[in-house]
């Protein structure tokens, strides 16, 4: 049997991970449990965006730990990349939106979180081959290079003495009196104290193996999304642009993501040639100077699918030990910092950071 810490949590995408760091920062003993390598499912195949696509047409329980989490994200990558040397690279390179619709709901949702936003638009829309409608320039809109956020992310919790326990999957648990004793992986049986569940997209699955009677499970589906990479020059895109459903997001080293597709496909993680085609072709479009530089990267990501893209963020109802973290659907990395600070403050009975009702199971 392991030797038992204050607070345990399986998972360690970045939910997982942020959630730790809210903990430590509290003064708590951590185990991670995770059953491949911390931080290699969604949270490493997303592109980073700091904001939500279009987040006016999406409920406002999205916005409201959006908004908490972008206003600190700087100074969380400055901290992190301070202590590990390990660069997130946050990077303020704006967002160019190029057809709006309903542009007078994106203007009042900007006014209302007091998000800078332009109508007129710079010059640089002439690079792109579209037709736009209503273009809409955000220049403080900002990137994390995820999959370096969440390895600056481990070091430091690594640093800090907080346990990993990888490759082991969490199968099931032993409960009593309504709390958790005992939760068994693949290879070992590890005692807790309190648990947290912040394991993405096979939240639903994983709270029914361990909870098959309970009448709280949160309905979490994966929902794959496909990327591509390509190798670019650094600065041949200065700037994030977005047109229609599809994105590119490029990197301080030149390398630039297509985003991406939304596949409704159960757990499988496979690429397909025809999503490969639809994303080569939507980029090389709308940026035809892609053309010039070799595609390096194809990958898929599960993401963890909720039906409005809302997250449960609650402590159990039935179960007095436990807590869960997770369904960010598209935003997990954008809404991190916040979920992981409302969790804490619920299991701590500190006052929420925000309003806690939406979150619930
Ligand atoms: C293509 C794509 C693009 C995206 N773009 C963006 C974006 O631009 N901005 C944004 O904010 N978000 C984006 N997202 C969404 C974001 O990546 C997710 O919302 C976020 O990663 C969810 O984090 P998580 O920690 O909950 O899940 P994950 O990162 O999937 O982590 C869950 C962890 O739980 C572990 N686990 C599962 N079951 C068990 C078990 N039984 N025992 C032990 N461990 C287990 C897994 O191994 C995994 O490491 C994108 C996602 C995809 C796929």
């Known amino acids: ?93 704006g967002l ?54 969440l390895k600056s992310l481990k070091v ?49 699955k994983l709270a029914k193996q361990l909870l098959p009677t309970s009448l709280h499970s949160p309905e979490i589906h994966p929902v794959k999304g496909q990327m ?6 650094p600065d041949t895109l200065p700037h994030m642009v977005l047109d229609n459903d599809h994105y590119l997001i490029p990197r301080r080293d030149g390398k630039i993501l297509v985003g991406s597709s939304v596949e409704h496909s159960a757990f499988d993680k496979c690429t397909t040639k025809e999503t490969k085609e639809k994303l080569f072709t939507f980029a090389t479009e709308l940026f035809p100077i892609l053309k010039n530089f070799p595609l390096c990267n194809h990958w898929a990501g599960l993401r963890p699918g909720t039906k409005k893209g809302i997250p449960y963020i609650d402590k159990h109802p039935e179960i007095k030990n436990l807590a869960i973290n997770a369904g960010h659907f598209r935003n997990g990395l954008v809404m991190g910092p916040a979920s992981a600070q409302l969790i804490a403050d619920l299991i701590l009975d500190r006052t929420p950071c925000v309003d806690p009702a939406p979150y619930h199971l």
Do not use: H
């Open 156 to 204: 430091y919790l690594l640093n800090a003495g907080v346990k990993f326990i990888e490759n082991s999957e969490v199968i099931n648990c032993e409960l009593k009196n309504n709390n958790i004793n005992t939760l068994s992986t693949n290879k070992e049986k590890i005692k807790v104290n309190q648990l947290i569940i912040s394991t993405g997209a096979w939240t639903g």
């Open 96 to 149: 160019l939106i190029c057809k709006n619709p309903d542009i007078e709901l994106a203007t009042n949702w900007c006014t209302t979180y007091q998000i800078p936003f332009q109508e007129t638009i710079p010059s640089f829309i002439n690079n792109f081959n579209t037709k736009t409608k209503n273009p809409l320039w955000m220049p403080t809109i900002a990137q994390a290079r995820n999959p370096r956020l």
């Open 228 to 233: 591509l990479l390509f190798n670019a020059n």
């Open 1 to 93: 049997m392991t030797q038992t810490t204050e607070i345990t949590i399986i998972g360690s995408g970045i939910i997982g991970l942020l959630t730790a760091r809210e903990f430590l920062q509290a003064g708590y003993s951590i185990t991670l449990i995770d059953k491949s390598l911390s931080g290699q499912e969604s949270s490493w195949a997303g592109g980073g965006i700091l904001l939500p696509l279009y987040p006016w047409r999406q409920e406002k329980a999205i916005s409201t730990l959006v908004i908490k989490s972008i206003s600190n994200y700087s100074t969380l990558s400055n901290e992190l990349y301070n202590s590990t040397q390990i660069n997130p690279e946050w990077y303020d390179c």
